[in-house]
């Protein structure tokens, strides 16, 4: 996974958590200790401050390709991709986020009269149809 994928990842993460009753406090610390890393990226690598970072980062109501697309395309532009502080952030949400058991749903499953199915993640299952 590259820096922007794992920011980005942590950041989907975070934002899945901030609106779930079961995120602990570590995972919502965590989550804002991301974006405040972020937030002191805002400067490209040639000097100029980058506002559109902060305004992405505060998107709400924006399509989420067109949202993931053009903040991918900040992170680069401002070295945070490539920023230790803002990697170790990212990799601190998603581990506790792990630990909490609060991620974005990654499956998305149409099971209509199927038999044998399983859903999740190191299940293990036995089947025996006769």
């Known amino acids: ?3 922007v994928e794992l920011i980005l990842a942590a950041l989907a993460t975070g934002a899945a958590a901030g609106v779930s009753e079961s995120a602990g406090s570590a995972v919502r610390d965590a989550y804002a200790g991301l974006r405040d890393a972020l937030r002191r990226r805002r400067v490209t690598e040639d000097g100029r401050e980058d506002a ?3 305004e992405l980062l505060e998107a709400e109501e924006i399509e989420p390709g067109l949202w993931e697309a053009r903040l991918r395309e900040r992170l680069v532009e401002v070295g945070a991709d490539r920023d230790e502080d803002v990697i170790a952030a990212a ?3 998603l581990e506790r986020a792990d630990r909490a058991d609060v991620r ?3 499956y ?3 099971a209509d009269q199927a038999k044998g199915v399983q859903v999740g993640d190191h299940n293990t299952q036995t089947n025996t149809f006769s």
Request: hydrophobic share 35%; aromatic share 0%.
């Open 1 to 3: 996974m590259t820096g």
């Open 104 to 106: 974005p749903a990654h």
């Open 52 to 54: 559109e970072t902060g």
């Open 108 to 110: 998305e499953v149409h």
């Open 91 to 93: 990799r601190l949400l």
